[in-house]
C-alpha cells in the first residue's frame, strides 16, 4: 500500500513568511483595484516566489494496513444457565468468531465475564471486562464491541452519553421475550434484633407473565416447622418475626415455581437476623456469706448490660436472736414475685452455696426446675453445702442437676485440669493458662465429691473427680461449679488462674451464645474460598452437603484442625448464598454479595443496554430472532439495521518507509519559476 503526502521546509521562520505572504496579498489586492495591466502574471510570479521559499516536497510513504479490533464479550454468569440460554450463547460466539474471520482486515478479541466472587466482583461485570480489554487498543483502531448476555449488566453506565465508548457498542441478547418468571423480593429486612422481640420482614412477589392470582408462600424460619401464607403479586406482605436466640436467626422464603418458568434460583429468598441480647437479667441466690460472694456480684455488676438482682440470706427465718423487730427490715422481699411471676423474665440463675431453707419452699425450686426444662440457664456454684442433707439435690431441682454429691467433701491442694472432653468444648478450649499439663494457674483446696451421670465434665479436680460439669436438661442448660474456692483465682493466689474468662464463658454458653456451641456448624469466605468450620463433641464428623446459588450442591469432607474443631475448604464458584447441611445442623454463609444479584433477576431484557448502544450508535439483536450479520462500515455512516450490526472501518496504518521528492530543487521547477519571472517582465516591457 503507497501514500502520497505534500510536505513542506520553509527556508524563513513561519513569521516571516506569514509577513511576507500578506504583504504579497496587498499587493496583489492593489493591483486588482487598480486593474493595472499584467496583475494576473505578478500575483502568479509572487505565488511561485513565495511557493519557493516553503520548500515543499513530494512525500511517498509505505504503508502497511493495520487490522480493525473488535471486542465480543461473552456472559457466562449464573444467569445465563437459565432457560437453555448457554447453547444460544455457544452458537452466537462460534457465529460472531466466523463472521468477523471472514471481514477484511479485521481483529476480534474474546473476554469471558463469570459471576464474582468477591464483595466487589459480584453480578455480571461486562463493561468492566469490556474496558479491561480495550485499555491496550489505540482509539484509531478500535472497530466496535459486541456483547452476548442475557442483558441483566450490572455495571452499564449510569450517563452513557459520558461513557466515552470510541466506537459502537452492540447486544446480542439471549432468551426471550416472552420468558416466564416468579421470584420472591425481600424489600425491608433489618439486620439486628433483640432476642425475645419481634422483627418485620416486609417482602413481595414478582410475577412476568403471570396471571396476578396470588400464590402460596412458605415460611421456614430456623428450627421451626415451615407455616404457609398467601401473598398477591406485587403486593408488599409483612412477616413478623421471632428472634429466638442470639446470632444467626435465618428466615427463608419460598414459592412454587410457575409453569414455563426460567429458573426456580429466585423462588427462594433468605435474610439473616443476627439476634443480639438487650439487657441480660441475672437473679444472683446466695446462701452463707463467704470469700467468693463478692466475686460473684463483681463479675455481673461490672458489665454494664447485666441486669442484677441478688438475693442473698443474711439472717434466716429460725434464727432467734433477740433482736428487737423495730430494727428488723419492715418491707418483706419479694420471693413470690421473682420465683413464681417473674421467673421466666431472667436470662440466668445462679446459686452460689445456697443451703435449702423455709425463705425459699419447695414449690419455688420445682418452678426453678421447670425454668430450666422450658430454656432457661441455671449454674450452679457448690461448696461443703451441697453435700448436707439440707443441700440443692435434695430438692425438686435433682431432675436438673447433672452431678449428685457423694456426701464427700475432698480436702487437699490440687490445680483445676481441662479433661479431654474439655478441650472439645469452646468454653474451656484455649483457656488461658490450661494448654500446658499441669496448667500454670493457681491452686484449689477443696470440692465437692460428685457422681457426673449426666452432662460433660470439662474441667477436673483433685483426683480427677468432676470440678465443672455442662448439661443441657430439656430446653434449657445447667452448669455445676464443684468448688467455691474460685474466688483464689481472683485474688491471685499462687499466681491466679483466669477466673473472669471462665465464669463469663458459662453464663454466655448457658444463654445459648452462638460462638460458645459445642455443636455448631458455620462457614465464612475467605478470599477464594468458602471456609467451613464443623463444632463438635464426637469423634468423628459426617461430610457437609453444601448447595451453591444455582442449585448444584457440592460435598465436603472435613478434617479435624483442633480437638472439637473440624474444618475444610469449599473454592467459590458462584456468587451467592451457600446453603450447609451435616444431616443434624443447617447453616447459611454468603460469598460475595449476600443480595446474589445475580440470581435476583433471571429475565432477559434489552432495557439496561439500550441507553449504551443507543448512545455509541450500536444496536440490539435477539438471538430469538436469528444470529444478526456482521459488516464493515465507514466512518460516519450508521452502524446498525434491522438484521445487521456494524464494524467500524478505521483505515488505519503503520508506515514502513518514507521517500521525498523537492518540487523546487529540479531544473524543471527552476524553469517554472523562472518562466513565470520571465512572462511578468515581458508583459511589463510593452
Do not use: C
Not at 80 to 100: F, H, I, N, W
Not at 160 to 175: C, D, F, M, Q
Amino acid at each position: 500500500m503507497t501514500g502520497f503526502d505534500l510536505a513542506f521546509n520553509p527556508l524563513l521562520p513561519w513569521p516571516v513568511l506569514i509577513t511576507l505572504g500578506v504583504i504579497g496579498l496587498l499587493l496583489i489586492a492593489l493591483q486588482a483595484y487598480a486593474r493595472a495591466r499584467g496583475a494576473l502574471l505578478r500575483s502568479l510570479a509572487l505565488a511561485l516566489l513565495f511557493f519557493s521559499l516553503l520548500d515543499p516536497s513530494l512525500r511517498q510513504e509505505g504503508r502497511q494496513p493495520l487490522p480493525d479490533i473488535a471486542v465480543a464479550v461473552i456472559d457466562r454468569t449464573l444467569s445465563q444457565e437459565s432457560a437453555g440460554r448457554m447453547p444460544q450463547v455457544e452458537a452466537a460466539e462460534r457465529d460472531l468468531k466466523a463472521q468477523t474471520t471472514a471481514l477484511p482486515n479485521t481483529e476480534l478479541r474474546v473476554i469471558d465475564v463469570h459471576s464474582g466472587t468477591g464483595k466487589d466482583t459480584f453480578g455480571t461485570r461486562a463493561f468492566e471486562a469490556l474496558n479491561r480489554a480495550m485499555s491496550d487498543i489505540p482509539p484509531d483502531r478500535f472497530a466496535g464491541a459486541v456483547m452476548i448476555t442475557d442483558g441483566e449488566i450490572h455495571d452499564a453506565p449510569a450517563d452513557s452519553a459520558k461513557a466515552n465508548l470510541p466506537g459502537p457498542v452492540h447486544g446480542i441478547i439471549t432468551g426471550s421475550r416472552s420468558e416466564r418468571d416468579r421470584k420472591v423480593v425481600i424489600d425491608k429486612a433489618p439486620r439486628f434484633g433483640i432476642v425475645g422481640k419481634e422483627q418485620v420482614i416486609r417482602f413481595h412477589v414478582e410475577e412476568a407473565n403471570g396471571d396476578g392470582a396470588p400464590v402460596d408462600v412458605t415460611v421456614t424460619l430456623q428450627g421451626k416447622d415451615p407455616t404457609i401464607i398467601q401473598a398477591t403479586p406485587g403486593e408488599p406482605v409483612d412477616l413478623p418475626v421471632m428472634i429466638d436466640h442470639a446470632g444467626q436467626n435465618i428466615a427463608e422464603l419460598t414459592v412454587p415455581p410457575m409453569q414455563g418458568e426460567v429458573s426456580a434460583a429466585n423462588n427462594r429468598a433468605i435474610t439473616v437476623i443476627e439476634g443480639i441480647r438487650d439487657r441480660l437479667r441475672v437473679l444472683l441466690v446466695s446462701g452463707s456469706p463467704h470469700p467468693g460472694e463478692r466475686s460473684w456480684r463483681n463479675l455481673l455488676k461490672a458489665d454494664a448490660s447485666v441486669d442484677l438482682v441478688h438475693f442473698t440470706i443474711l439472717r434466716p427465718p429460725e434464727k432467734q436472736d433477740g433482736t428487737p423487730i423495730k430494727e428488723l427490715a419492715l418491707i418483706a422481699f419479694p420471693t413470690r414475685e421473682l420465683f413464681v411471676d417473674k421467673l421466666d423474665q431472667f436470662d440466668l440463675i445462679i446459686f452460689d452455696r445456697y443451703q435449702r431453707q423455709t425463705v425459699l419452699p419447695m414449690a419455688y425450686l420445682d418452678n426453678i426446675a421447670q425454668y430450666v426444662e422450658k430454656g432457661g440457664a441455671l449454674l450452679i456454684s457448690s461448696g461443703p453445702d451441697f453435700t448436707g442433707e439440707d443441700g440443692l439435690y435434695d430438692t425438686p431441682l435433682d431432675a436438673v442437676i447433672p452431678a449428685a454429691p457423694t456426701g464427700r467433701v475432698l480436702e487437699g491442694a490440687f490445680r483445676p485440669a481441662i479433661t479431654a472432653d474439655g478441650r472439645k468444648h469452646p468454653v474451656t478450649r484455649d483457656l488461658s493458662g490450661g494448654e500446658t499439663d499441669p496448667p500454670t494457674w493457681g491452686r484449689w483446696f477443696r470440692m465437692v465429691d460428685t457422681d457426673a451421670g449426666q452432662g460433660t465434665v470439662v474441667m477436673a479436680g483433685r483426683d480427677d473427680r468432676p470440678l465443672l460439669v455442662l448439661a443441657h436438661e430439656g430446653q434449657g442448660r445447667v452448669a455445676q461449679m464443684l468448688s467455691d474456692q474460685g474466688w483464689l483465682w481472683a485474688r491471685g493466689y499462687d499466681g491466679g488462674g483466669p477466673q473472669t474468662e471462665l465464669l463469663r464463658r458459662i453464663a454466655h454458653w448457658l444463654m445459648k451464645e452462638p460462638d460458645l456451641e459445642e455443636e455448631a456448624l458455620k462457614a465464612a469466605q475467605q478470599g477464594g474460598n468458602l471456609v467451613i468450620e464443623r463444632r463438635t463433641m464426637a469423634d468423628k464428623t459426617d461430610p457437609v452437603t453444601v448447595t451453591l446459588p444455582s442449585g448444584k450442591t457440592e460435598t465436603v469432607t472435613l478434617a479435624e484442625s483442633a480437638p472439637g474443631l473440624w474444618t475444610g475448604l469449599l473454592p467459590i464458584t458462584e456468587a451467592g448464598l451457600h446453603r450447609l447441611n451435616d444431616g443434624k445442623l443447617e447453616a447459611v454463609a454468603a460469598a460475595g454479595n449476600a443480595d446474589a444479584r445475580e440470581a435476583a433477576d433471571l429475565l432477559a431484557t434489552d432495557k439496561i443496554l439500550a441507553p449504551v448502544t443507543e448512545a455509541t450508535g450500536g444496536g440490539i439483536a435477539w438471538m430469538a430472532d436469528g444470529m444478526p450479520r456482521l459488516i464493515k462500515i465507514e466512518k460516519g455512516r450508521s452502524m446498525a439495521g434491522g438484521s445487521w450490526l456494524g464494524l467500524r472501518a478505521n483505515g488505519a496504518y503503520r508506515v514502513t518507509s518514507v521517500a521525498e521528492y523537492p518540487l523546487f530543487a529540479t531544473l524543471l521547477s527552476l524553469g517554472v519559476l523562472l518562466l513565470g519571472l520571465g512572462a511578468m517582465w515581458r508583459r511589463e516591457s510593452r
